[in-house]
């Protein structure tokens, strides 16, 4: 690693430094270093191997395994549509279609302004006030397409 790639993350140092002792150090530190720098890039996650003593394989495995980890930058917002069973009963695919167009980009992309990033996930837990979006990491529940549009346009 290049002097400029290394002091590029210096925090990242101190993040490891400070869990390096304990066992099962991997999560929090991602957790942390996540916060710190918005996303694991690849020479975040290599800091973070040699830091811990893991291979980088083994914090890549980690960081793509869990969705709350990004490798890639996100948004300032987060939208996370819940694809369940009962959202799709009750009519998430209005909602979801809604919140395409109103953004204009599909899952898995970020409006290129880099204020949303548009993600569909398994489930939220909130079942009882399906069809539900998460924006961060605040819920919304009983949506209409109206209302899905509506809360978007609030984050605008």
């Known amino acids: ?93 209005a909602v979801v279609e809604a919140i395409v167009e109103e953004l204009g980009v599909s899952f898995g992309e970020t409006t290129p302004d880099g204020r949303f990033t548009l993600e569909m996930v398994s489930c939220l837990g909130v079942c009882g006030v399906a069809p539900a979006v998460m924006v961060g990491d605040r819920v919304y529940g009983n949506l209409t397409p109206d209302t899905a549009v509506a809360v978007i346009r609030e984050y605008k």
């Open 1 to 93: 690693m290049d002097r400029q790639q290394k002091d590029s993350f210096p925090d990242v140092d101190r993040i490891v430094a400070k869990h390096a002792s304990r066992e099962g150090a991997l999560l929090p530190v991602l957790r942390e270093v996540q916060d710190l720098v918005g996303y694991l890039p690849e020479a975040v996650m290599k800091r973070v191997a040699l830091g811990l003593g893991l291979s980088l394989s083994r914090v890549y495995g980690v960081a793509t395994f869990y969705s709350l980890f990004y490798t890639k930058p996100k948004g300032l917002y987060v939208v996370r549509v819940c694809e369940s069973a009962p959202c799709h009963v009750q009519g998430a695919q």
